[in-house]
């Protein structure tokens, strides 16, 4: 696949179906999230991944109640779908049934950077094998709570940048248009 052609053709997919996903694909998506650009060779990621519908059905009920328990309404920028994630129906996983975490260590201030350029490779790479993908802001902070980090092994001091859900789209996504973006040439 020509690189202009997934760029053009991800899109954020949230309906999936049952086939898993196999530990070589995975492994060969966070392949490719490692030849991300990353600050002075620090390659500050970690990643970790769970699979199984029901285990992240259990998380999504998880990160949901965490998340309205710790986001006030007063400043919470996404009190508009509080009722969304209150709702039991509702898994902010999409029924996905691999979830790939990036974390990262602490390093340089970019780090955080870093582990988004790994996380659009790994996306970028995913479309190439006909696979979805879908970042989860609203599992963010739950991932990164310190009992759940202990859950999944992950040591106290890495951080969660992105939850990312991967599988096999039921359907292609829409193709959607962007604005103009806007340009200043300097000179």
Same mark, same amino acid.
């Given at each position: ?10 899109? /954020?997919v949230?309906?999936y ?21 990353? /600050?002075l060779?620090e390659?500050?990621w970690a990643?970790?991944?769970?699979q199984? !519908?029901?285990?992240?059905? &259990?998380?999504? &009920? ?11 309404? +007063? !400043? ?5 779908r509080? &009722? ?5 129906k509702f898994?902010?996983f999409?029924?996905a ?16 950077? &870093? ?12 479309y190439?094998?006909?696979? +979805?993908?879908?970042?989860? +802001? ?7 709570d /310190?009992?759940?980090k ?9 951080? /969660?940048i ?5 599988g096999?789209?039921t ?17």
């Amino acid at each position: 696949m020509e690189i202009m052609d997934a760029i053009r053709g991800r899109r /954020a997919v949230r309906d999936y179906t049952d086939k898993k996903v196999s530990k070589a694909a995975i492994i060969e998506l966070i392949d490719a999230a490692v030849m991300a650009p990353t /600050a002075l060779d620090e390659e500050p990621w970690a990643f970790v991944m769970v699979q199984g !519908r029901q285990k992240l059905q &259990d998380y999504s &009920d998880r990160a949901k109640a965490h998340f309205l328990k710790t986001f006030s309404p +007063g !400043r919470d920028p996404h009190s508009v779908r509080r &009722d969304l994630l209150a709702d039991p129906k509702f898994n902010i996983f999409y029924n996905a049934g691999t979830l790939v975490v990036i974390y990262c260590r602490p390093s340089l201030q970019w780090a955080p950077i &870093d582990c988004a350029l790994a996380a659009e490779n790994l996306m970028l790479a995913a479309y190439a094998m006909g696979l +979805g993908t879908c970042p989860i +802001g609203f599992a963010q902070s739950w991932l990164d709570d /310190a009992e759940v980090k202990r859950e999944l092994r992950v040591p106290g001091d890495l951080t /969660a940048i992105l939850p990312i859900i991967v599988g096999y789209p039921t359907k292609a996504p829409p193709k959607i248009s962007r604005h103009k973006p806007e340009i200043t040439f300097c000179s």
